[in-house]
């Protein structure tokens, strides 16, 4: 069995095929999916096939505006920490913690009031990574993400 990489409750992730360096996330074993927060998102078909938009900022104080799309690959009901149950919308993309490169399912929703614009849940963090609840960003910023870890989902907006 591999040697597991240790990560903090909190810590810094890349989402490259989105053009996100650096967004803070709350790993969060409690969570089944991960979630991403966007400020708006609207629906497209390309090519016959469903695929959605999105706009966010990385954080509070980061006063650029993301947007891009993807394939949709799902949609599912997930029942968020306050028991209200929503359908949200799933994208495949590859989102890079600890200096790993992992493709994972995330969820596009509202996270308007959190402190974290990314929730990790535990599928993207399965059998590679262990969590410390007493620390936080064990792994610092990560450098901007290599042109080779790119996603196909990268798709320019018309």
């Known amino acids: 069995m591999a040697k597991r990489i240790t990560l903090g409750w909190r810590e810094w ?3 490259p095929a989105f053009g996100i360096e650096a967004v803070r996330a709350k790993i969060d074993t409690g969570a089944r999916s991960s979630a991403l927060h966007v400020d708006d998102h609207w629906r ?7 695929w959605v938009g999105f706009r966010l900022r990385c954080g509070a104080h ?3 505006v993301v947007e891009a799309c993807a ?5 599912r009901d997930v029942v968020d920490s306050g028991g ?3 359908r949200r919308v799933f994208v495949r993309t590859t989102l890079v913690l ?3 490169a992992r493709e994972v399912e995330v969820n596009l929703t509202t996270r308007h009031g959190m402190l974290f614009p990314m929730l990790v849940g535990r599928t993207a963090i399965s059998r590679a990574f262990t969590v410390d609840p007493s620390r936080s960003f064990l792994h610092g910023r990560q450098p901007p993400a290599s042109p080779a870890i790119a996603d196909e989902t990268r798709h320019p907006l018309a």
Do not use: K, N, Q, S
């Open 13 to 15: 992730v890349a989402l």
């Open 98 to 100: 600890a200096g790993c």
């Open 44 to 50: 497209f078909t390309e090519r016959g096939a469903p």
């Open 62 to 64: 980061d006063l650029r």
């Open 84 to 86: 209200r149950c929503t």
């Open 71 to 75: 394939p949709v690959i799902d949609e």
